[in-house]
């Protein structure tokens, strides 16, 4: 079945768009999100086929995301950040351990 760019679907998560939007839309999702992710066409309510989106996607000149990202293009992480990510994410009794043996330390 052929597609055209303006034709109406519907994203799933993300709302009813043209076909081009949602395939930009989802090419530029995680791998993992974009496996996940489902266009229907508003017109029949059929679900377009994981190779018809690649097809399609490829046609238009869209890459995934992943494919396009650069390690150089993201920011390298500083301790001060690091530290504060994993603060974030300890569970309270081990901070409070964590601050009472720094404590001790620091008496000592």
Do not use: C, N
């Amino acid at each position: 079945m052929t597609s055209a760019p303006e034709e109406s679907v519907r994203l799933q998560g993300y709302g009813e768009m043209t076909l081009r939007t949602a395939i930009a839309t989802l090419m530029a999702l995680a791998p993992r999100e974009r496996a996940d992710a489902a266009i229907f066409r508003v017109r029949d309510d059929v679900r377009l086929a994981a190779s018809e989106i690649a097809e399609l996607a490829t046609e238009w000149g869209m890459a995934p995301m992943a494919e396009i990202r650069s390690p150089k293009l993201v920011p390298e992480q500083h301790w001060p950040d690091i530290v504060r990510g994993m603060v974030r994410e300890a569970p309270l009794p081990s901070l409070m351990v964590a601050f009472l043996v720094g404590v001790l330390v620091a008496r000592r």
